[in-house]
Every structure is written in C-alpha cells, then in structure tokens.
C-alpha cells in the first residue's frame, strides 16, 4: 500500500494526536535548556484542505474543521491557535511545521520522511531554517542514527508515527520504543497507533508492560466501539516517560475533543500501563 496522508490530514485522529504533541513540548520547554524534536515519519509538512486529496475524502470536515467551528474549549486553545496560525481551515500543519512553530532559539528539529515526493514537499514546506534538518531516510533507522543528540543537547521527545503500511508496525514500534529508550534516557517517546478492533492495539500495550519498560501512560480516543477491522474507530498515543501532569491533561484533552466531534458517541481514556522508574 502506497500512503498518502494527504487523504486524512486533519481528521479526527490528527487532531488527538497533534493536540496532545502541542502540550507535550510545551511541557518539556518549562524548562530553559534546549530540546532535540525527532519526528521519525515526518509526511509532507503542510496539506492543502480545501483541493485535491484532503477535499476528496472530507475527513477533515468531522475533525479539524468541527474543532474551528466551535468555540475552543481551554484545553485546546494552545493547539488551535497554532493551527490557525499555519492556515487552517486552508492548510493543515503536520506535525513537523507544529513542531517547528514550537522551536526556541535553540532548540533543534530533526524531520525524517523516505518517501521521495513526500520529502521534496516537506523541504519546500519548511524551508531553511539552521534550526530544522531535514533527512531522507528510514525513520526507524533514524531512531539509531541520531540519538542521542549531537551538541550536548539532553532532553527532547521522540514522535514515531509510521503509516501503517506493514502487517509488522505494532512490533516494529516497540522495538522502536526500546531502543529509543536506551540511546535518549533523558528524553521521552511518543507513539501514535490506529485502533481498528481492539486486539492489536491490546497485544501491543500489553507487550511493551511485559517486556518491563518502565514509565508508559496511552492516550486513547475512540469515535465508536472498536468492533469493525475495516474502519479507524478510534486511535492511541502512547507517551514513554511523560512530563508531571500529562495524564491529567491528556484526559482534559480528549475529553474536549470527544466532546466536539462524537455526538454522543466517542470515549477517551488514559491509563498507565507502567510504573515510574524508581531509584535504586
């Protein structure tokens, strides 16, 4: 399958996924040192709303366009204001050009995306920038490449957001988590993942407690019940060693966002799925 974001961007799962990546940096950014932002599957960048791919499939009419539509609940104010700021309800920002509106002076983005057109669209949509690299490149490899970050830099996050193309994504996530884990210990990991019907998306939460990594919370928010394999009922984000009061604001979060887009139907819920790390 040959994926093109463009078909969903700013539907209801970018909303939950970029909204909750909003406040993450803003968390990690109370602090004045500098921060690396990995986004290992970075897409294009920008994605024009109103033509071509996006207007096609109007995914982003029950997302994006409902949250603009309403009067922003408190919780969202934040991640609104940015995507109005990038051009919305023309453009929607993809998580690079949000990650980079959110950069300081000297904080440092790196945007991995290996395929070809999706690369050359996402260098023109963020330009140059000496703050910003752009690699064309296998995202996981990417994982390996450049952590831990080069310049002294200790703390930052990890966005791994694959397409789902491949029957393996689940596994190869964790394997992604781990070894992110090891190479950025000061840094944190956040892992979007679809839920079509809830046996994957369980197999893989419950694998990464098994295996004993420590410090893991999911985000979810379900549309529906998670009963038809054929449609994206509902999706997660899965944070390894979020900052103090995630959970709490990941509930305001995706309650307000269920709350907007559900009529009635959406639920959200986050749970930690493993303790802190303790001193030994």
């Not at 960048?45 to 029950?62: Q, V």
């Not at 079509?196 to 990464?208: C, I, M, Q, W």
């Not at 893991?216 to 899965?238: F, I, Q």
Request: aromatic residues 6%.
């Amino acid at each position: 399958m040959n994926y093109r974001h463009a078909f969903h961007a700013g539907n209801f799962a970018d909303c939950m996924k970029h909204a909750l990546l909003v406040w993450l940096v803003r968390a990690l950014q109370r602090k004045p040192a500098p921060v690396l932002l990995l986004d290992t599957h970075a897409g294009a960048g920008g994605y024009a709303l109103s033509t071509g791919a996006a207007e096609r499939t109007g995914e982003w009419r029950e997302g994006i366009g409902r949250l603009l539509d309403q009067p922003a609940a408190p919780a969202l104010a934040d991640y609104l204001a940015l995507v109005r700021a990038a051009g919305a309800p023309t453009v929607y920002p993809g998580s690079p050009l949000l990650l980079r509106a959110l950069l300081r002076p000297d904080d440092r983005l790196a945007a991995c995306e290996l395929h070809p057109e999706e690369h050359a669209t996402l260098r023109r949509s963020l330009g140059p920038d000496p703050r910003v690299a752009i690699h064309q490149r296998d995202g996981y490899g990417a994982i390996g490449a450049l952590l831990p970050p080069a310049g002294g830099i200790r703390r930052g996050l990890v966005l791994i957001d694959p397409p789902f193309e491949r029957p393996d994504e689940f596994a190869q996530i964790a394997a992604a988590i781990a070894l992110a884990r090891r190479r950025f210990a000061t840094g944190l990991v956040a892992a979007w993942y679809p839920v079509k019907h809830r046996a994957p998306s369980r197999a893989f939460l419950d694998g990464l407690a098994d295996a004993g990594i420590p410090d893991l919370v999911a985000a979810e928010l379900l549309l529906r019940r998670p009963v038809d394999p054929s449609r994206l009922n509902g999706c997660g984000l899965l944070v390894a060693s979020p900052p103090w009061g995630f959970e709490a604001a990941a509930a305001e979060i995706l309650g307000a966002i269920a709350d907007t887009l559900g009529i009635g139907q959406a639920t959200s819920a986050v749970r930690r799925l493993t303790p802190e790390r303790t001193a030994a």
